[in-house]
């Protein structure tokens, strides 16, 4: 069974620009999470999708950040304009649902650096 | 304060020997928990999911949960050079929430 897909798997871009991230979950899986990783620390939740709805995306930071999950399987992370502090690692996981199946699998994430 | 604690290490050890990790937590709500191995420029890997107190082995591998202490273990025995990557546990409190993690072990198995 393949994993969570992740697309691309590294990025460079320079502050201001725009940048996008994908992520294809497990299939069946209607959860999808993506989380931020910084160097050195664990990963931190940026929102939390159940099927097509974000249920969860308080520490969004809706200024610059926007996602969607368009019929509830594939997932795009967007950054407009990137700023230095994104450079970081952007994780995507997949549960099969938020109840009983609720062990999250992660992707290989994609590395931003932003200059 | 973080709501996770987690020595960052690195933990270094002798191959066979046994590895013991713990993370601390100050919220009395996290009801599942979880370790994850991350080697470098990889995802984080899930490698044990508990919901309640108590013992839970798999393998190689047994964790540790004592609600009362806030407190969970991770042991890994006969350890091999090629678990040596970074440790993090991680909690929540309802199935299918967010994951707090703490900030994860560094482990070294020396051959």
């Known amino acids: 069974e393949a994993g969570v897909v992740q697309s691309p798997r590294y990025k460079i871009i320079e502050k201001k620009q725009p940048v996008a991230f994908w992520c294809n979950p497990i299939?069946?899986?209607?959860?999808l999470y993506w989380y931020l990783q910084n160097l050195g620390q664990g990963p931190e939740l940026l929102i939390r999708?159940?099927?097509?709805?974000?249920?969860?995306d308080s520490q969004l930071p809706k200024d610059r950040f926007s996602a969607e999950r368009l019929k509830g399987v594939d997932s795009t992370l967007k950054i407009q304009p990137a700023e230095l502090g994104d450079s970081a690692v952007y994780l995507c996981?997949?549960?099969?649902?938020?109840?009983?199946?609720?062990?999250?699998?992660f992707g290989p994430g994609t590395r931003l650096t932003v200059t | 304060q973080k709501e996770v604690e987690q020595d960052p290490g690195p933990l270094s050890v002798p191959e066979g020997a046994i590895v013991s990790l713990n993370c601390t937590y100050s919220n009395s709500a996290f009801q599942y928990f979880m370790w994850y191995r991350q080697y470098s420029r990889k995802g984080p890997e899930l490698l044990m999911y508990?919901?309640?107190?108590g013992n839970k082995e798999d393998g190689r591998f047994t964790a540790q949960v004592d609600k009362s202490s806030k407190y969970i273990s991770l042991f890994i025995r006969d350890s091999q050079p090629s678990d040596s990557a970074t440790y993090l546990c991680a909690m929540s409190v309802a199935a299918g929430n967010k994951l707090t993690f703490g900030g994860g072990t560094r482990v070294l198995v020396k051959p």
């Open positions: 508990t919901y309640s107190s």
């Open positions: 996981a997949s549960s099969l649902d938020g109840t009983g199946g609720s062990e999250q699998y």
């Open positions: 999708y159940e099927n097509e709805e974000a249920v969860d």
């Open positions: 299939s069946g899986h209607n959860t």
